[in-house]
């Protein structure tokens, strides 16, 4: 019989930090860095939108992790090579080739980024029971913001000062890469003396899957899995475009259609009150699915998805950078989002019941990251075609899609209320 739950309050903290850092950074802060070293807004929208291929592609790869080893030796392993990663990025912003070099870095941050997430996921479900995995959820989705805080806020506000320091955005960036890559380190060592060691016993070996074929052809074999495809594609539609441009639309300069704001006025808004707002956002949103059940929720939470974004529309097109004005659409949008995510979340745990849990949880969120990546690759372009007044207008138009997809789908009204949620 083994021992779940054991260490639970120091290993859980600790693990969903250190999942939330490398996922930050490689997907925002990438963003935020290239524009401030010169990068355009067509090649940041393109170009770090296909780091989040590692996060759809790692379904392909999900068994793997299942079948060979155990989770620990997985994530601790890949802990560490995001941690190198990282450090070549730091490394790699003074040469002549720093775009690809850096690019070449996070890509490889971003792989071992996926795979972590995948075994440590796993992890927190075979290592807890049925009810320490529901208790522990409020938990894990909080030191993953904390994790959003520590690279939107912290470091980013870090990367400012050095910038104004040095009067020199290479040499600041780079030290901040170092550091960070240093923090990462430090943080899979962590993990190696908090995490129990509990999945050599027969139990946990019973419940891997057989072979890579019987994960996938029972994931496709699920019914409605189609709508339920699309509707997981273009959910975050909106999102994923306007999450790559706001930040280039902040700090470009007011002649270029954007706001002007400081690397640390940027890195303050986004990771206080925005953090905070989405933490508050997520939070309140678990509380009510966990009392009414998804149905109730679902609408309510796809409009707050989408519809704060039109006050990003109003600030481009009145051209406001008061800061009073600039904060509130902070706060309203990232509430919005955590809101509307919470509803996202419990859906895709929905898909995911049955046989091979862990591998298709992963399978649905590389899904989720397909729907991310791809309109993402794309926002630099729209934005400079439409500029950023048009472009917060298209992003609003983009979430229409997922409302419609909505009567079609197909799952129990009740489902995620506690008596379901203690089966997660």
Request: charged letters at 15%; proline letters at 4%.
């Amino acid at each position: 019989m083994i021992q779940k739950d054991k260490w639970a309050w120091a290993w859980v903290p600790v693990l969903y930090f250190t999942q939330g850092l490398p996922y930050v950074m490689v997907v925002t802060v990438s963003v935020i860095m290239y524009k401030r070293l010169g990068i355009s807004n067509a090649d940041i929208g393109l170009y770090t939108s296909w780091l989040y291929l590692p996060w759809v592609l790692k379904p392909l790869w999900s068994p793997f992790v299942d079948l060979k080893s155990t989770k620990r030796k997985w994530f601790l392993g890949m802990q560490v090579l995001v941690a190198i990663a990282l450090l070549g990025v730091g490394l790699s912003i003074p040469t002549n080739l720093f775009f690809i070099t850096t690019l070449a870095c996070f890509w490889m941050a971003a792989f071992a980024s996926a795979t972590n997430d995948i075994a440590s996921d796993g992890y927190y479900m075979i290592g807890l029971s049925e009810k320490k995995q529901s208790f522990f959820v409020g938990m894990r989705s909080t030191f993953y913001r904390l994790a959003m805080v520590t690279g939107e806020g912290l470091i980013i506000v870090g990367a400012g000062f050095l910038e104004r320091y040095y009067g020199d955005n290479s040499k600041a960036w780079s030290i901040t890469m170092v550091c960070t890559a240093v923090l990462m380190l430090l943080l899979a060592v962590s993990n190696f003396f908090v995490t129990p060691k509990f999945e050599s016993s027969a139990a946990i070996k019973k419940e891997k899957p057989t072979s890579f074929s019987q994960v996938f052809i029972s994931f496709f074999k699920k019914p409605h899995i189609g709508i339920a495809l699309a509707f997981i594609l273009t959910y975050r539609l909106g999102e994923s475009q306007l999450v790559k441009m706001v930040s280039p639309f902040l700090l470009d300069h007011p002649k270029d259609g954007g706001l002007g704001y400081s690397t640390e006025a940027l890195g303050t808004i986004f990771g206080t009150v925005g953090v905070i707002m989405l933490s508050v956002g997520g939070i309140l949103g678990g509380i009510l699915i966990s009392r009414d059940g998804l149905k109730k929720w679902m609408l309510p939470m796809i409009l707050s998805l989408n519809i704060p974004n039109a006050l990003y529309a109003i600030l481009a097109l009145t051209k406001t950078t008061n800061i009073i004005a600039v904060v509130a659409t902070v706060v309203f949008e990232k509430f919005g989002y955590g809101f509307g995510f919470a509803a996202f979340l419990i859906y895709l745990i929905y898909i995911a019941e049955g046989t091979s849990k862990t591998s298709h949880y992963a399978i649905a969120t590389g899904f989720m990251g397909l729907g991310m990546m791809l309109p993402g690759m794309l926002s630099g372009f729209i934005q400079e075609w439409l500029g950023y007044g048009g472009f917060f207008v298209w992003v609003l138009i983009a979430g229409l899609p997922a409302l419609f997809l909505l009567k079609y789908l197909k799952y129990p009204a009740d489902y995620g209320k506690k008596s379901k949620t203690a089966d997660e």
